[in-house]
């Protein structure tokens, strides 16, 4: 039978590796490609104005390859379990595909959506890759658990196997027999939204420095591997967080949406690595793309994993509640430029490099202001253009020392750190231009500086630029001190009930390494 199929994207914004597509096309007589503007997922309150417009450069790019294919993408606005059965009744579908997607929200919204296709007659297919692996499977291989750490985790992955290899884009001749009946008024009915329609004023955005979609994901992906002896030799602790132009790849916001597949990416760096000496996880690109898989089994595996309360491997800690701070923070004006400047950064570009991710959440949670990482992830999920639920989550709670990572003593000190990597402070001068004319002795701690010296540089700190809202020396021995107390009822409730002890609960089978100790034995190196 030929059937008439919806293909639903939702992340997964491509063409090239993309099993749920080939599988509509497969005895298809009418394909419709649908995006569905869904409330829950993409809204003003929870996605800021660089996401939407990385999102939109993705649906044209999208719509601009359907076409291509003698296809075109419908955008269709509303909850997809009351926008599905009239797509269903109105198109005569009789088959639904989609990418798997593990996310707690998509899953119990495509539970939904897959009774409300049976109830209609309509067959579903989904297929996994967003992911390099299955999630369940790696789940499964560790005794119904999530790993714990990333060397348990790549054992795991060694009784599986490398993963596949990336299928092509379909071509013209896979649709020759294909049709999406579209009506004159598509742009309108169906066409992809503006900033402005979507109720967005664009005259406060910043040069987009890193359009949507999935030709740019490949082109810069090109680009990346053409760069061959880099990618042999990268390690991302070299690399650093406050260079003028990004160390790293910057594929993450398309790999978030689904432009670039994780697995032409893994295959990729694969070719470039064959026959030449190269750097090994967890430091190398490979590594970083194994982090991803880490969290994202994590996120599978660990009930409540974006939250503090109920999730059984994060430290309950009596994080303190401060708008002020939190505010402070959010808006670049703590007082301490370092942070301030990477908070500008992320707020104007919506990417900031990881270890200044490092740098600003160690500074919210347990280093300086001691507010709950919860408050951080939905900072970072508005204004990251790739705001991805398990990554946000697991690097939050490793910044704050509430999971995978514990050794809560070493705490990066917002002025030290970036000196380190940029002594000038150009990076400050750039993303803070009120202090560019601060001596580089003073730019990292510009309270310091004599009032001549402020003066001279056309800034005067209390007046022009914020006074340090917290003495970091001070503050962050003290919040170790509690951080020492947050671990010690941890230890003490756990020996009161073995079984519950997140070890125990998440089926780790013996004493790992940790990241942390395998990154500082490559420093030391
Ligand atoms: P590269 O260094 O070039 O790495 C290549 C790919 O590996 C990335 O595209 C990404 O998919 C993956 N990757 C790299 N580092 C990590 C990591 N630590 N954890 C998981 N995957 C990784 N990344 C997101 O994509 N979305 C988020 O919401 C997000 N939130 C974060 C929050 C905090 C507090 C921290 C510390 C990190 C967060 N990260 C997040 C992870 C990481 O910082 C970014 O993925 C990475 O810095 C993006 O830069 P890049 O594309 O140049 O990556």
Same mark, same amino acid.
């Given at each position: 039978m030929a059937h008439t199929c919806i293909h639903w994207f939702r992340k997964? #914004?491509?063409? %090239? *590796?993309?099993p749920a597509l080939m599988a509509a096309l497969r005895d298809c007589k009418e394909l419709y490609p649908v995006f569905i503007l869904d409330p829950y997922i993409y809204n003003n309150t929870l996605v800021g104005i660089n996401r939407w417009r990385f999102l939109i450069g993705c649906l044209k790019d999208l719509d601009c390859s359907l076409r291509k294919l003698n296809s075109r993408l419908f955008v269709v606005r509303g909850k997809p379990e009351e926008v599905f059965p009239k797509l269903f009744e109105k198109w005569k579908v009789t088959k639904l595909t989609y990418e798997y997607d593990t996310e707690p929200y998509s899953l119990s919204r495509d539970k939904t959506v897959t009774t409300l296709a049976k109830e209609h007659g309509v067959e579903v297919v989904y297929k996994i890759s967003?992911?390099? %692996?299955d999630m369940d499977r790696i789940i499964e291989e560790n005794n119904g658990k999530a790993p714990l750490t990333y060397n348990r985790f790549r054992t795991i992955l060694k009784t599986i196997g490398n993963p596949k290899k990336p299928i092509p884009a379909p071509a013209i001749e896979d649709t020759k027999d294909v049709k999406t009946p579209c009506s004159e008024n598509h742009d309108k009915n169906d066409g992809i939204p503006t900033l402005e329609d979507l109720? %967005? *004023?664009?005259?406060t955005l910043g040069e987009e420095k890193f359009p949507g979609g999935e030709q740019e994901a490949l082109r810069r992906l090109d680009e990346n591997m053409a760069r061959k002896d880099w990618v042999c030799k990268f390690e991302k602790p070299q690399?650093? &967080?406050?260079?003028? @132009?990004?160390?790293?790849?910057?594929l993450s916001p398309y790999v978030t949406f689904g432009c670039l597949s994780a697995r032409t990416f893994w295959w990729r760096v694969t070719e470039v690595y064959q026959g030449k000496k190269h750097s090994e996880p967890p430091v190398s690109l490979h590594g970083q793309l194994l982090w991803r898989e880490f969290y994202y089994a994590a996120g599978v595996g660990?009930?409540?994993? *974006? +939250?503090?309360?109920?999730?059984?491997v994060c430290t309950q800690v009596d994080w303190d509640t401060n708008h002020e701070y939190l505010a402070a923070w959010r808006e670049a004006r703590t007082g301490l430029p370092f942070i301030d400047a990477i908070m500008t950064q992320l707020r104007q570009e919506g990417w900031i490099h990881h270890l200044a991710r490092h740098a600003v959440a160690c500074f919210l949670t347990?280093? *300086?202001?001691?507010?709950?990482?919860e408050e951080g992830q939905k900072v970072f999920e508005y204004l990251l #253009? %790739?705001?991805?639920w398990a990554l946000n989550a697991g690097n939050w709670q490793w910044l704050s020392a509430s999971? $995978?990572?514990?050794?809560? $003593?070493?705490v990066y000190s917002p002025v030290a750190f970036g000196k380190k990597t940029d002594k000038n402070g150009d990076y400050i001068k750039k993303y803070l231009?009120?202090? +560019? +004319?601060?001596p580089a002795q003073y730019?990292?701690?510009?309270? +310091?500086? &004599?009032r001549s010296v402020q003066q001279a540089a056309g800034c005067i700190v209390g007046k022009d630029y914020p006074q340090p809202i917290v003495q970091h020396e001070v503050i962050s021995k003290k919040n170790i001190q509690r951080m020492k107390l947050a671990y010690a009822k941890r230890s003490a409730e756990s020996a009161e009930s073995?079984?519950? @002890?997140p070890s125990k609960k998440q089926g780790v089978k013996r004493k790992a390494k940790s990241v942390i100790d395998m990154l500082q034995k490559k420093d030391k190196k």
């Open positions: 997964g #914004l491509r063409l %090239h *590796d993309n967003h992911t390099i %692996h109720g %967005h *004023d664009t005259t690399t650093s &967080p406050n260079s003028l @132009s990004p160390s790293t790849t910057v660990i009930p409540n994993f *974006d +939250k503090m309360e109920g999730n059984p347990r280093g *300086d202001l001691w507010i709950n990482w #253009l %790739h705001g991805d999971a $995978f990572f514990h050794q809560y $003593f070493r231009p009120l202090l +560019k +004319k601060f730019i990292y701690e510009p309270w +310091k500086a &004599p073995p079984n519950q @002890s």
